[in-house]
């Protein structure tokens, strides 16, 4: 821990490990699938390493997607390891999952141990991505194949404006960069994946783009964003970054873009390919 501008820096993962936060990573895993998972294809794969596995909520749809194939998760934290037994314990039983609390950057796995990787909303937490990266490429056996996705935060675009969610939304992506993490991780991984030495590396901008012509997606999706955006409240709170309220002017502002004829909603992950 650190003072910086007079605010407390802690190192660590923004979003926190409380259960309501693990509750909120198997919805949106269940919201973003046709997102997350279109051209993610381990059809050919037989043993898949999915590292910041989190609560096994990304493994469970990997598992039902890719019905032959053995996922390994692992996350560095002993807390969504001991949650994501809980929810996958069937596959483990049945020999078709396993997972480990390990650190990206220091694979407990021999080399050449996988033909599959997968991650998903991770390397934006991480410090060293790069090293994570490499540390992922010695697990893997040529040609094992690597699907990804991640944040890159400063492509969201409302209309009309919001200026609470946008004072929110810099506090949320300053506390992330104050943790060493990085909410712009998106469009610099293409070049983290080749510097790492993996070949045949392809990224795709996959901008979800909501308005009014479909009500309910549109809507929807402002109430992901908004759990999303609230899951690191506490956080910010205690930080003193936002305070109360900000939080109910943010609340007002989704509410009103939800029912605006003008309404918009865009934002731009980045979604990633390779073989080792
Ligand atoms: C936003 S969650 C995503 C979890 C999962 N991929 C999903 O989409 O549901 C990010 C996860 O990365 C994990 N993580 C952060 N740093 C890590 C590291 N150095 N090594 C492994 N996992 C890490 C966190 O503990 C957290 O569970």
Redesign the pocket.
């Known amino acids: 821990m650190a003072m910086r501008n007079g605010r407390t820096q802690t190192r660590g993962?923004i979003?926190g490990?409380s259960r309501a936060e693990q509750e909120r990573?198997?919805a949106?895993?269940r919201f973003l699938e046709p997102m997350?998972f279109s051209g993610v294809d381990f059809s050919r794969q037989t043993r898949v390493l999915?590292?910041?596995?989190?609560?096994g909520?990304?493994t469970q749809i990997l598992l039902r997607r890719f019905p032959k194939i053995f996922v390994q998760g692992?996350?560095?934290?002993p807390a969504?390891i001991s949650r994501a037994r809980e929810n996958l314990a069937r596959p483990i039983a049945q020999g078709r999952a396993d997972l480990r609390v390990?650190?990206?950057?220091r694979l407990p796995f021999a080399d050449a141990s996988f033909d599959g990787a997968f991650?998903?909303?991770?390397l934006e937490?991480?410090q060293k991505p790069q090293a994570?990266l490499k540390e992922l490429r010695r697990v893997l056996k040529p040609g094992a194949r690597v699907f990804g996705i991640e944040v890159q935060n400063e492509s969201l675009y409302l209309y009309p404006e919001c200026p609470a969610v946008a004072a929110y939304w810099k506090e949320y992506n300053d506390a992330q960069r104050a943790m060493g993490g990085d909410p712009c991780v998106g469009a610099k991984t293409g070049n983290l994946l080749r510097q790492a030495g993996f070949k045949d590396v392809r990224v795709c901008a996959w901008t979800r783009h909501y308005d009014q012509r479909d009500r309910l997606a549109f809507k929807r999706m402002i109430d992901y964003w908004q759990r999303l955006l609230l899951s690191v409240a506490p956080q910010l709170l205690a930080a003193g970054r936002v305070d109360q309220k900000l939080i109910r002017e943010m609340k007002r502002e989704h509410a009103r873009l939800k029912s605006h004829p003008q309404g918009v909603f865009f934002y731009t992950p980045l979604k990633f390919s390779a073989r080792r």
Do not use: P, T
Not at 102 to 105: L, N, R, S
Not at 119 to 122: Q, R
């Open positions: 993962y979003h490990y990573l198997a949106q895993s997350v999915e590292i910041g596995c989190g609560v909520a990304q692992v996350d560095v934290s969504q390990a650190d990206g950057e991650f998903c909303w991770v937490h991480l994570v």
